[in-house]
Each structure stands twice: as C-alpha cells, then as structure tokens.
C-alpha cells in the first residue's frame, strides 16, 4: 500500500515537472519576443539583449527548461513582466479566490447531491427517482458559462440579491460568502446531477447486500439502517471521484470568474494571456495543474486504500 | 472493463431492432428527436434562415423577437436567429470532426500502446496523463492564441486533450483482450500484431468507444461555444453560439433576448446529444455505466 | 501677473461650452459594504508605466496627471482652463523664454526632499537625452535648457518662439516633474515602480488585473480630501464597469454613450447619469509604411469604403458626430464641413486601379463593447469593396505598447487619443522621429513639418487656426487617417459622490467630494 502510495505521488511528481517543461517550450516557441514585451516602448537592441540574457532567453531551450524547473522547485516562478512583482505574489493573491470556489462548489454539489441520491436509491423507480434521474443528466450537460449568465442575469442584475462582481475581500467573511455563493452554485450545479448519481447507483448496491438484509430481520429501523450504515458506505465512491471533479470544476471555474469579474486563476490566465504576459501564464496554468495532480493523485490512492482490487489493474 | 459482442457491425436487422429499442427509451426518444432537428436545421441553415447571418441593420438593432425577427436582432441589427442557425453549423462541425479525430488518434495510439512493442507503452502513458495534467479550458487560453484564434485552433485544442482519454480506455481493453486464448493462439500460429490488432481485438473494442463518443460530443459543443466566449475560439464575421452568448452577456443590462438566442440552441444541443449518448449507453452497453 | 497672460490661452477654449445633459435619479440605495471614506472607481486598464516618458495608456495618464506635479495643469471642471499647480507664478510674455517660481515647501513622497528647480530642469532635460527614447521627445524638440536662477525660480529656454510649448506639453501630461534625486537613485528611468510624487494621494497596494490602491500622502500639507482612499479597478469592458457600477461595486466610471438612452430610461439605483463630450479624438489609422498599404489609392479606398455615420450611430446611439479632423467643434482650427462621404464604387474602382482587389489587413482595436462594434460594421463595409478585414481586439495595455516587431507590423487601428484643447499636442505627432513610436500611420512630409513651425510661432489664434486647418487637410488626403469622432462618453457616479473631472469626465482624484 506504502509503495502504491509512494510510487502514485511520485508519478504525479514526474507529470507535473511534464507538463510545465512542454508547456514553457511551447509559450516560448510562440510568435512575440517576451523581451520585447517586456521592455515596451523602450524595446532597443540592446536593452532587449540585457533582458534576455538576464532572463536566460538566450541558453539553449534544454537549458531554459531545466533552470525554469529549478527555479520553480525553488519557490520561484520569475517576475510578472507588467508589474515587475514576482509571480508568487501574484498567484497568492488568486489562489486562494480559486480554491475558495472550487471548496465551495464541492461543498454545494455534496449537501445537495448526496441526499438527492439517497432519496432517489430509496424510492427506487418513483416518480421522484426518474426526475432525479432526468435532472442529473440535464445539469450536468448544461455548459457552466451559460449557467453563469443566467445566474447573473437572474440574481445579480434582475433580483439584486447577490453581488454582480468581484469577490469582496475587503467586506470582511459575510462579504465574501455574499460573493461566493452565485459563482458557487454555477461551478457546483453540474456536479450535483454527478454525485446524485454515484450515490444512488452505490445505494442500491449497498441495500441489497446481506448485511442490510440481516439488519432489516433483525428489525433495525430502515431510518438508522439507510442513515447509520448505508449512506455511511455508499458515500465512500464519490470521495474517490474528486479528482475528475476538481478537473471539470476548475474548467467551469474560468467562465466563472471572468463572467463574475472574480480574482482567481482563470480570470489570471485569461488576462495574462491576453497581455503575452508569459510568466504569470505559466504560473497560472502550473498552478492548476498542481490542483488538478493533486487532486486525482489523492482520489487514486483514496481509491486504492477502499477498494484494493484497484492496485492490481493499475487503473 | 470487458468486452463486449454489441459492436455495431451487424446485420441491417439488428440495427432496425437496437433503433427501436433506442426509441422505446423516453430519454432515447427525446434525444434522437432533439439530434435530428440540430442536424437538419444546421445541414439546412442556408434556406432556413430568414436574412444573410453577417448582414448589418443599425437602425433595428437590440430589438426583442418579433414576426420579422424571431429572436430578435443584436448590437449591429442583424438577425439572431440566422445567427444561430449558421452558429448550429460551426458547433456541429467542430463537435463532429474533434470527436472523430480524437477518437481515430486515440485507438491508434491506445492499441499501440497496449499491444505494440514494450518499450513504448510507458511513454505513451506518460504522455497521456501529461495532457490529462492540463485543465482543459485552462490549457485553450494558454495555447489557443499562439496559434491565433479561429475553428481550426478550437478543434486542434479539442483533439490533443481528449485523445488520452480515449487512449487509455482502448489501451486497457486491448491488453484485456490480448490475454484471451484465441489471441494467444493466433499469435501461435504466426499471425502478425498488426493483422490481429486490425481483425481481431478492434472489432470487440470499438463499439464501447463509439458509445462513449457520442457522449463527448456535447461536451465539445459546449468547449466550442465557451472558446468562442472567451475570444480563443470562432471571430467574427463567422457565428457561433459562443458569440452569440458573449454579445448576451456585454448586453445584458439593455436586453436578455440574446442571453435566451445563445444559450437555448446551445442548451437544446447539449441535452440532446447527453440523452442520444446516455439511451445508447443503456441500450448497448450497460456495463459501461459504472466506468463513466 | 500670470492670470492675465495665461487668459490668452484658455480664450480659445471659452467658446467651447461643454454641454452635459444631466440624468439624475434618486433611489434609496445601499452601497455594498463599500467605506464611505473610500472611493471605488473603474478604470480602463492595470497601469503600465508612471514614466512620464514611457505613457502610454489612458491609466497612466490618469496616474501621471493625478501624482506628479506641473507648472500648471487643466483644472477640474466643465471647461478648459488652466490653472497654477506647482507654480507660484509663471511670465509667458516671451514665448522663446518661459520664467517660472515654484511655491515653496511642496514635498516629495518617501522622504526625497522639497520640490525645487532642479527638479524641473531634470524632468524636462531628460526627454532630450536620446539614451532615454522618451516617448515625448517629440514635445521637447524645442527646449533648448531649463535654466536654474534660484532654488525655485528657472527660465526655459527653447530654441525659437512657441506658444503651444506651454499649452500642450507643459501643462499636459508631458509637463510633469519628477523627483530628480528619486529617479537617479533608480537609475534614470523607471516603470510601474512607485516613485516619489506629490499631492494628497499616493501609490498604496498595488495587485495586478485586480486592484490598485491610492492611499492618503502622510507628507502633504496642502488642502485635504474626502477620501482617505481611492481604489481603481481595472475593467477593461464599458459594459462590465456599468454592470459592476450597477451593483453597488464603483463609485464612478466611464461609459460607451451608446448606452446613456438605455441608462437615462432604466438607471441604476442612486445613480447620476451625465453625456460629456470629449475632445478625444477617435480615428482610424492606416499604415503607409506596411506593405500592403504603401499605395495611396489602396488607403483611400479604405477612407471611401467606410460607413462612419453608421458606425457612429452604432457606437454613440447618435450622440456622436462626425468629425473633419483632429480639432473638435468649437476650438481654433477645426474644419467645417469637410467630413468623408462613402463611396462603395469609388473604393472598388481605386482598389481595381492599384492591383490590389481581394486585399487582407488587420484591424488592432482595444477589445471593448463599442470599438468591437465599430471593428465589426468596418469589416462589413469593406467586405462591400472587396477587402478582408482581420479582427484583433487587444486589451488596452497591449494595445498602446508599442515595441519593433508591433510597430512594422502596425496596418489598420482603430483608436482614440486624449484630446488637448490645442490641436498642436495631436498633430506634432506625426512626424518622422515618432515612427515607430506615436506616428503608427508612418506619415512624413517635409510640408506639414514646415507648417508644425508656423503654427508654433503663430502668436495669433485666428492665423494658427488656418495652419492648422491645413494640416488637417493633408493628413487626410494621404489616406492615411479617417477622422471618426470626437467621443462622447458617459460618466456615471453615484448621488453621493461628487465628482471631480476635467470636462471630458477624466478623474481628478483630489477634487473628488461626498455629496451631504
């Protein structure tokens, strides 16, 4: 189990140095000299040697990677190239915006998914089983950035119930649930139909045990029999599912922000991008990425410590 | 994940029977249906819309839907509803060849993955959870204007990233499927990989990953019309869905009627493809449900 | 002594009333947590560069203008006019030698002493220095030294007679003094760095794409302020500011006039709405020095083939008007009744002339709601003459930031400057020196040169106003501008602030006031 644990974190490890190595070859192969746009309107030759030797632009691309890695292992991602602030600094203003959503809509899609799926695995084939049923589909097919605008178009500018944008950090923890809580629903809605799913599909599963039977002959009441040991077990499954989760979530998560004008990483991206602003690009997409690797590399092994025969098919 | 004998090369017979049963499914019913008016209304866009898509009215513009305009016009006047229409085509197109593209470069690299020489099975791998590393969206902003914005980009983003996931699920069935016996024996009798690759294992592997396929497809219209919102995907004076919403969404203080014109086709699409996908999931392949 | 020179000046602008229609509506509101000591405002951009050298964008200006010190500078208010800054007094009655006195014990932030002479001296010396490729240098050609005859009086030198010197570079966002002992220290030139300024505000908290914060000056003495903070947001979309605006989230922004009818009808709650018409003067630009457009026949296709009263009607919701060049309606210079008329047929007989039927080119915009609108209706329209236009909406800070490769690849951008009451600030600009710089549409001619000295020699309004009349004349003629508009845009503040703008709606932070 140690070595499954150990081997999974080490691979996830190697994917990520991967992934920010094909990624850093590819932002620099493309069109637009990053000195250049560093420098501006002072753009001379000259200058524009000094950045790029002092940026390391001008070492062969193994070189430029590997240094980039080092550099990043060692806390630094290199400087914003509009602000002149390190790129830390500003992914430590975002981050913690995003993983507040990403919470939240975990959070969200559990309190609501979960009993729904309970509901619907109890009253098996009943009319309310079927809806559930049709709506866990319709949710979860419905594209986040629509649901985003209509959020916004609803609650924000028709009812004024919610604040239309920003994430009020400066109002204080009422301030930014106020904040959090449109954006939340719209990343968490999709995953709601998703873990109504899991949950009722291991419900049945779990009711028909032998255990169940023979708590029901005992005459346990089916209450603490579907509270107490039931939904107990059936709810271990959408645990091990978070690492796709996170995934769509973070995808949802950019059309989120940018409608609700709300600091975090894919707001980030997106305006860097715009900007050739490739450190903080880079950083952007590293971070996410470390979340995304995170996440699947906890899921897998969560995966492995409820089900072991999991470790066999290495899948 | 086994193998299954429901590949959909049989005989004209059993194809009228899974139909019907395929329509027998309410779910089924409404996707087929919702499918099948997408594809016609996209194929036919060019007669079935009332004025030229890109054609510019200020006089008229930001007006609700009314008997000339259906859905009403947008910020320059021109008609939502044309719009729309040429916009089911680019999202049908991209949804269609990105899906067939992933799938194709999914299976070649999966079966070589799983059945090709030894020593490329591990990159492979590696490869494909590299990709998988990257959000989806969060990778499109990060690539897409590097090789500037456009349809091409947009599919090209689509393919690369859903490529491992089809490869790793066709990776896994082939080495399940090259331990049976039969395979054993063919390979005994001298039969090249490649030929039992071809005959043999794809047959069983393929219907499963066509199911799965068509429940990609909603999520590639859906990537398609997000794109395009973000500004990486379809430009003016081309339509998409994603446009349309965007416009919505810059507007949404002076109308909502553009909000309703994006997202209502794009909506219909999406559910559409999501029931059609599911109901032949449940009809043809039940044992994948659990694998989603 | 120095109101009776400076009323020559500010005469040309008394004619310019600026008519502000007024929408005002009161709504019981609620602000959202916002501090009333604090002031929420929408700007276009993240700042790029403080350097009153290196400015580019409509944030730095407003940066530059707000937290360095002038001689003098345009007051807030509902006219032009300009009042003493950091002067005490000024003698314009040489226009070849400009005496000035500073007020004494104005202090520099971040402890880098009082405000002096050499200050000035080095702030406007330093554009001359071609080691610093000021942005500006343009603006200076003609300063010759500034000359220190005490620790707050100097007398420029240029080096021939100019009255604009004074109008349009002194007083204007090229006229700002810089802490010499503050920029030496960082090595002659600096960027987004915070620097020592004066006034009651200075640099505070600053996070990119999310927020910057102005905080109260500790060290100024001078008249206090309503705000102990300002807090500029950075909304690139004018919708997206109103739609913030509208939710509680700002306390003032700017807005595309095309939406003031749809504002006026259904206001946001404590809201005043007010359409201000700028000088800023909005122009499409077409290259010469590209490839693709070096044929003038190719370029005035271009000028025939748009529809700009649709544009405008699209853009404005008919607020705006159809310009006939740089100077706007009402100020010395501007030319009646000459503006384009469209002429799909003449366009595509120029184009069949010059060999280039099935032309591409590529339109450089800033990405908000109404230059897309106008980028969208000119694709249209030259879709009509046979031309292909690329869109590229560019963020604002992209946009303005000019470096070699952007600049010889610069073909068709749609763009507005901010206007200066004196035509001469815009039109010194297309020179040969400022190619690759402000001159994107590569216009050179030894002509317009020769009239650029006139004007600035010309002591008599009516006798520049002709040069310049001319000039305009010729830009236009060599295809490679299209006058569109000058601006009207839409200032939207709450009830219970009252705002402090030059007459076109920029922000002057410290005569921002709370309504009681």
Same mark, same amino acid.
């Given at each position: 189990?140690?070595?499954?644990?150990?081997?999974?974190?080490?691979?996830?490890?190697?994917?990520?140095?991967?992934?920010?190595?094909?990624?850093?070859?590819?932002?620099?192969?493309?069109?637009?000299?990053?000195?250049?746009?560093?420098?501006?309107?002072?753009?001379?030759?000259?200058?524009?040697?000094?950045?790029?030797?002092? $940026?390391?632009?001008?070492?062969?691309?193994?070189?430029?990677?590997?240094?980039?890695?080092?550099?990043?292992?060692?806390?630094?991602?290199?400087?914003?190239?509009?602000?002149?602030?390190?790129?830390?600094?500003?992914?430590?203003?975002?981050?913690?915006?995003?993983?507040?959503?990403?919470?939240?809509?975990?959070?969200?899609?559990?309190?609501?998914?979960?009993? $729904?799926?309970? !509901?619907?695995?109890?009253?098996?084939?009943?009319?309310?089983?079927?809806?559930?049923?049709?709506?866990?589909?319709?949710?979860?097919?419905?594209?986040?950035?629509?649901?985003?605008?209509?959020?916004?178009?609803?609650?924000?500018?028709?009812?004024?119930?919610?604040?239309?944008?920003?994430?009020?950090?400066?109002?204080?923890?009422?301030?930014?649930?106020?904040?959090?809580?449109?954006?939340?629903?719209?990343?968490?809605?999709?995953?709601?139909?998703?873990?109504?799913?899991?949950? @009722?599909?291991?419900?049945?599963?779990?009711?028909?045990?032998?255990?169940? @039977?023979?708590?029901?002959?005992?005459?346990?009441?089916?209450?603490? !029999?579907?509270?107490?040991?039931?939904? @107990?077990?059936?709810?271990?499954?959408?645990?091990?599912? !978070?690492?796709?989760?996170?995934?769509?979530?973070?995808?949802?998560?950019?059309?989120?922000?940018?409608?609700?004008?709300?600091?975090?990483?894919?707001?980030?991206?997106?305006?860097?991008?715009?900007? @050739?602003?490739?450190?903080?690009?880079?950083?952007?997409?590293?971070?996410?990425?470390?979340?995304?690797?995170?996440?699947?590399?906890?899921?897998?092994?969560?995966?492995?410590?409820?089900?072991?025969?999991?470790?066999?098919?290495?899948? | 994940?086994?193998?299954?004998?429901?590949?959909?090369?049989?005989?004209?017979?059993?194809?009228?029977?899974?139909?019907?049963?395929?329509?027998?499914?309410?779910?089924?019913?409404?996707?087929?249906?919702?499918?099948?008016?997408?594809?016609?209304?996209?194929?036919?866009?060019?007669?079935?819309?009332?004025?030229?898509?890109?054609?510019?009215?200020?006089?008229?513009?930001?007006?609700?839907?009314?008997?000339?305009?259906?859905?009403?016009?947008?910020?320059?006047?021109?008609?939502?509803?044309?719009?729309?229409?040429?916009?089911?085509?680019?999202?049908?197109?991209?949804?269609?060849?990105?899906?067939?593209?992933?799938?194709?470069?999914?299976?070649?690299?999966?079966?070589?993955?799983?059945?090709?020489?030894?020593?490329?099975?591990?990159?492979?791998?590696?490869?494909?959870?590299?990709?998988?590393?990257?959000?989806?969206?969060?990778?499109?902003?990060?690539?897409?204007?590097?090789?500037?914005?456009?349809?091409?980009?947009?599919?090209?983003?689509?393919?690369?990233?859903?490529?491992?996931?089809?490869?790793?699920?066709?990776?896994?069935?082939?080495?399940?499927?090259?331990?049976?016996?039969?395979?054993?024996?063919?390979?005994?009798?001298?039969?090249?990989?490649?030929?039992?690759?071809?005959?043999?294992?794809?047959?069983?592997?393929?219907?499963?990953?066509?199911?799965?396929?068509?429940?990609?497809?909603?999520?590639?219209?859906?990537?398609?019309?997000?794109?395009?919102?973000?500004?990486?995907?379809?430009?003016?004076?081309?339509?998409?869905?994603?446009?349309?919403?965007?416009?919505?969404?810059?507007?949404?203080?002076?109308?909502?009627?553009?909000?309703?014109?994006?997202?209502?086709?794009?909506?219909?699409?999406?559910?559409?493809?999501?029931?059609?996908?599911?109901?032949?999931?449940?009809?043809?392949?039940?044992?994948?449900?659990?694998?989603? | 002594?120095?109101?009776?020179?400076?009323?020559?000046?500010?005469?040309?602008? +008394?004619?310019?009333?600026?008519?502000?229609?007024?929408?005002?509506?009161?709504?019981? %509101?609620?602000?959202? *947590?916002?501090?009333?000591?604090?002031?929420?405002? #929408?700007?276009?951009?993240?700042?790029?560069?403080?350097?009153?050298?290196?400015? *580019?964008?409509?944030?730095?200006?407003?940066?530059?203008?707000?937290?360095?010190?002038?001689?003098?500078?345009?007051?807030?208010?509902?006219?032009?006019?300009?009042?003493?800054?950091?002067?005490?007094?000024?003698?314009?009655?040489?226009?070849?030698?400009?005496?000035?006195?500073?007020?004494?014990?104005?202090?520099?932030?971040?402890?880098? *002493?009082?405000?002096?002479?050499?200050?000035?001296?080095?702030?406007?010396?330093?554009?001359?220095?071609?080691?610093?490729?000021?942005?500006?240098?343009?603006?200076?050609?003609?300063?010759?030294?500034?000359?220190?005859?005490?620790?707050?009086?100097?007398?420029?030198?240029?080096?021939?007679?100019?009255?604009?010197?004074?109008?349009?570079?002194?007083?204007?966002?090229?006229? #700002?003094?810089? =802490?010499?002992?503050?920029?030496?220290?960082?090595?002659?030139?600096?960027?987004?760095?915070?620097?020592?300024?004066?006034?009651?505000?200075?640099?505070?908290?600053?996070?990119?794409?999310?927020?910057?914060?102005?905080?109260?000056?500790?060290?100024?003495?001078?008249?206090?302020?309503?705000?102990?903070?300002?807090?500029?947001?950075?909304? *690139?979309?004018?919708?997206?500011?109103?739609?913030?605006?509208?939710?509680?989230?700002?306390?003032?922004?700017?807005?595309?006039?095309?939406?003031?009818?749809?504002?006026?009808?259904?206001?946001? #709650?404590?809201?005043?709405?007010?359409?201000?018409?700028?000088?800023?003067?909005?122009?499409?630009?077409?290259?010469?020095?590209?490839?693709?457009?070096?044929? &003038?026949?190719?370029?005035?296709?271009?000028?025939?083939?748009?529809?700009?009263?649709?544009?405008?009607?699209?853009?404005?919701?008919?607020?705006?008007?159809?310009?006939?060049?740089?100077?706007?309606?009402?100020?010395?210079?501007?030319?009646?009744?000459?503006?384009?008329?469209?002429?799909?047929?003449?366009?595509?007989?120029?184009?069949?002339?010059?060999?280039?039927?099935?032309?591409?080119?590529?339109?450089?915009?800033?990405?908000?709601?109404?230059?897309?609108?106008?980028?969208?209706?000119?694709?249209?329209?030259?879709?009509?003459?046979?031309?292909?236009?690329?869109?590229?909406?560019?963020?604002?800070?992209?946009?303005? =930031?000019?470096?070699?490769?952007?600049?010889?690849?610069? +073909?068709?951008?749609?763009?507005?400057?901010?206007?200066?009451?004196?035509?001469?600030?815009?039109?010194?600009?297309?020179?040969?020196?400022?190619?690759?710089?402000?001159?994107?549409?590569?216009?050179?001619?030894?002509?317009? &040169?020769?009239?650029?000295?006139?004007?600035?020699? #010309?002591?008599?309004?009516?006798?520049?106003?002709?040069?310049?009349?001319?000039?305009?004349? %010729?830009?236009?003629?060599?295809?490679?501008?299209?006058?569109?508009?000058?601006?009207?845009? &839409? =200032?939207?503040?709450?009830?219970?602030?009252?705002?402090?703008?030059?007459?076109?709606?920029?922000?002057?932070?410290?005569?921002?006031?709370?309504?009681?």
């Amino acid at each position: 189990m140690l070595a499954y644990c150990l081997k999974r974190i080490g691979l996830g490890v190697l994917v990520l140095m991967l992934a920010i190595s094909s990624l850093y070859i590819l932002i620099q192969a493309a069109p637009g000299d990053p000195a250049s746009a560093m420098l501006g309107p002072r753009a001379t030759p000259a200058l524009k040697a000094a950045i790029s030797e002092k $940026l390391g632009l001008d070492q062969p691309m193994p070189v430029q990677v590997f240094n980039y890695l080092i550099s990043v292992l060692q806390g630094d991602l290199g400087t914003d190239l509009k602000s002149k602030q390190p790129v830390l600094n500003t992914l430590k203003i975002h981050l913690p915006r995003t993983l507040e959503l990403l919470g939240a809509s975990v959070l969200i899609a559990a309190l609501i998914g979960i009993p $729904l799926g309970c !509901i619907a695995a109890v009253r098996r084939n009943s009319l309310f089983d079927r809806a559930i049923g049709l709506l866990s589909v319709s949710v979860i097919a419905v594209p986040a950035v629509i649901i985003a605008i209509f959020g916004m178009l609803v609650f924000a500018v028709g009812l004024g119930w919610v604040p239309a944008i920003g994430a009020g950090e400066e109002e204080g923890i009422l301030g930014l649930l106020h904040h959090l809580i449109l954006p939340a629903i719209a990343v968490g809605i999709g995953w709601v139909g998703y873990i109504a799913r899991l949950v @009722r599909a291991s419900m049945i599963e779990v009711l028909s045990t032998n255990y169940v @039977r023979n708590a029901r002959a005992f005459g346990l009441p089916e209450r603490q !029999i579907i509270y107490r040991y039931a939904l @107990r077990i059936a709810v271990a499954p959408t645990i091990t599912v !978070i690492g796709i989760g996170v995934g769509v979530m973070m995808g949802s998560a950019v059309f989120v922000e940018i409608v609700f004008a709300r600091p975090g990483i894919g707001k980030l991206m997106y305006e860097a991008v715009l900007l @050739r602003n490739y450190p903080v690009s880079l950083g952007a997409v590293l971070a996410a990425s470390f979340i995304l690797i995170v996440a699947t590399t906890i899921s897998d092994i969560l995966n492995a410590i409820i089900d072991p025969r999991f470790l066999e098919s290495g899948e | 994940m086994s193998v299954s004998d429901t590949n959909l090369q049989t005989t004209r017979g059993a194809f009228l029977d899974g139909f019907l049963r395929l329509m027998s499914d309410p779910m089924g019913a409404v996707g087929v249906v919702l499918v099948i008016l997408l594809v016609l209304s996209a194929v036919f866009a060019g007669v079935l819309s009332p004025y030229d898509p890109a054609a510019i009215d200020v006089p008229s513009k930001l007006q609700a839907p009314s008997w000339s305009h259906w859905l009403g016009t947008d910020q320059l006047g021109r008609d939502v509803l044309s719009r729309a229409l040429y916009g089911g085509q680019i999202a049908l197109s991209v949804a269609l060849i990105s899906t067939a593209m992933a799938v194709g470069l999914g299976v070649i690299l999966g079966m070589i993955a799983g059945f090709g020489p030894k020593w490329l099975d591990n990159p492979i791998v590696l490869a494909f959870d590299t990709v998988r590393a990257y959000p989806v969206i969060i990778l499109a902003l990060a690539v897409g204007p590097i090789f500037g914005a456009g349809l091409n980009t947009v599919i090209g983003i689509l393919v690369v990233t859903s490529v491992p996931y089809y490869g790793r699920i066709v990776r896994t069935s082939v080495i399940s499927a090259s331990k049976a016996d039969y395979v054993e024996a063919l390979m005994a009798m001298g039969m090249s990989r490649a030929r039992i690759l071809a005959r043999h294992i794809l047959p069983n592997i393929i219907g499963p990953i066509l199911i799965l396929a068509s429940m990609d497809i909603p999520v590639f219209i859906a990537a398609e019309a997000g794109l395009s919102f973000l500004g990486v995907g379809v430009k003016p004076p081309q339509s998409s869905w994603g446009l349309i919403l965007d416009d919505g969404y810059k507007f949404i203080r002076q109308t909502y009627w553009l909000v309703i014109a994006g997202s209502v086709p794009l909506i219909t699409a999406t559910l559409g493809f999501t029931f059609l996908g599911e109901a032949l999931r449940d009809t043809f392949d039940p044992k994948l449900r659990r694998g989603v | 002594m120095f109101h009776s020179k400076i009323s020559k000046f500010s005469n040309f602008s +008394q004619g310019v009333t600026r008519s502000i229609a007024v929408a005002s509506c009161v709504w019981a %509101m609620s602000l959202t *947590g916002a501090a009333a000591e604090t002031l929420r405002m #929408a700007v276009p951009s993240d700042p790029g560069y403080l350097d009153p050298a290196y400015w *580019g964008s409509t944030v730095d200006q407003f940066l530059i203008d707000n937290l360095y010190p002038r001689l003098a500078k345009y007051a807030p208010g509902d006219e032009w006019k300009i009042e003493l800054d950091a002067a005490k007094s000024v003698d314009l009655s040489d226009p070849q030698h400009i005496k000035f006195e500073l007020k004494p014990g104005i202090m520099w932030s971040g402890g880098y *002493g009082e405000l002096t002479a050499e200050d000035v001296k080095y702030s406007y010396e330093r554009h001359l220095d071609p080691e610093m490729e000021s942005g500006v240098v343009t603006e200076y050609a003609f300063l010759e030294e500034v000359e220190v005859t005490g620790k707050y009086t100097g007398t420029i030198h240029l080096s021939e007679p100019s009255t604009t010197f004074w109008s349009s570079t002194l007083v204007y966002t090229g006229g #700002a003094i810089i =802490s010499k002992a503050a920029a030496e220290e960082a090595g002659g030139w600096f960027e987004a760095t915070p620097m020592a300024t004066t006034g009651p505000y200075m640099l505070g908290d600053f996070e990119p794409g999310n927020k910057l914060v102005l905080e109260l000056n500790p060290d100024w003495t001078g008249d206090p302020v309503d705000f102990d903070k300002i807090v500029l947001l950075p909304i *690139g979309d004018e919708n997206a500011a109103e739609l913030a605006f509208a939710a509680g989230e700002i306390d003032y922004t700017r807005t595309s006039s095309g939406n003031y009818d749809t504002l006026v009808a259904n206001p946001p #709650a404590g809201s005043v709405i007010e359409l201000r018409q700028t000088l800023d003067p909005l122009f499409l630009g077409i290259s010469q020095t590209h490839e693709s457009l070096s044929d &003038v026949r190719v370029r005035k296709a271009i000028q025939l083939a748009l529809d700009l009263p649709t544009i405008i009607q699209a853009t404005t919701g008919g607020h705006g008007k159809q310009a006939t060049g740089f100077v706007a309606e009402g100020l010395v210079g501007h030319r009646d009744g000459e503006a384009l008329i469209r002429d799909v047929d003449a366009a595509r007989a120029l184009l069949a002339e010059a060999g280039a039927e099935g032309l591409t080119v590529r339109l450089d915009y800033t990405n908000t709601t109404a230059r897309d609108t106008a980028a969208q209706i000119m694709q249209a329209n030259l879709a009509e003459a046979g031309i292909t236009l690329e869109l590229n909406g560019q963020d604002e800070g992209t946009f303005w =930031s000019v470096d070699e490769i952007r600049a010889a690849d610069l +073909q068709l951008h749609l763009k507005a400057w901010t206007g200066n009451p004196d035509g001469y600030y815009t039109m010194q600009y297309f020179v040969e020196d400022q190619i690759g710089y402000w001159n994107w549409e590569g216009y050179a001619s030894d002509e317009y &040169v020769a009239l650029l000295q006139e004007a600035r020699a #010309a002591t008599d309004d009516a006798a520049r106003g002709e040069i310049y009349k001319t000039m305009q004349g %010729m830009l236009e003629d060599s295809g490679s501008f299209v006058f569109v508009m000058q601006e009207p845009l &839409v =200032s939207l503040h709450r009830d219970t602030i009252i705002p402090g703008t030059l007459p076109d709606g920029r922000p002057v932070f410290h005569a921002f006031r709370k309504a009681n």
